[in-house]
Nanobody, 115 residues
Framework: QVQLVESGGGLVQPGGSLRVSCAAS????????MGWYRQAPGKQRELVAS???????NYADSVKGRFAISRDNAKNTVYLQMNNLKPADTAVYYC?????????WGQGTQVTVSA
C-alpha cells in the first residue's frame, strides 16, 4: 500500500519560514521523481517545486530564491524549505511521487501565511 504523508504545515507570519516534509512508504522511493504542488481556494493545483531521482530541481517562478526542495533517499522523505513566506503562498501543499506509469499523491498539509 502506497502512502505519502505530509507534515509540517501551519500558520506563519509574512516573512517567516516553514519546512514541510513528505514521508513515503510502499514505493521504491529512490527511483521516483518527487514534487510539491499547492492549491489555494478557488485556484487550480500548481507545481511549486520538483526534484528528479538524480537530484535535479525545478521551481515555479513565484518561489525561486525563496523555496528549496530536497530529498533524503535513506529516509524516503522529500522536504520543502520555505523562506520569506508571503500571504500569496497560503494553500494546501501536496506531495507527489511520479512514476513511469502511476502518480501518487499525499493528503495535503495546510500552510497559512498571515499576520
Amino acid at each position: 500500500q502506497v502512502q505519502l504523508v505530509e507534515s509540517g504545515g501551519g500558520l506563519v507570519q509574512p516573512g517567516g519560514s516553514l519546512r514541510v516534509s513528505c514521508a513515503a512508504s510502499g514505493i521504491t522511493f529512490r527511483i521516483y521523481d518527487m514534487g510539491w504542488y499547492r492549491q489555494a481556494p478557488g485556484k487550480q493545483r500548481e507545481l511549486v517545486a520538483s526534484i528528479t531521482r538524480g537530484g535535479n530541481t525545478n521551481y515555479a517562478d513565484s518561489v525561486k530564491g525563496r523555496f528549496a526542495i530536497s530529498r533524503d533517499n535513506a529516509k524516503n522523505t522529500v522536504y520543502l524549505q520555505m523562506n520569506n513566506l508571503k500571504p500569496a503562498d497560503t494553500a494546501v501543499y501536496y506531495c507527489n511521487a511520479k512514476g513511469v506509469t502511476l502518480d501518487y499523491w499525499g493528503q495535503g498539509t495546510q500552510v497559512t501565511v498571515s499576520a
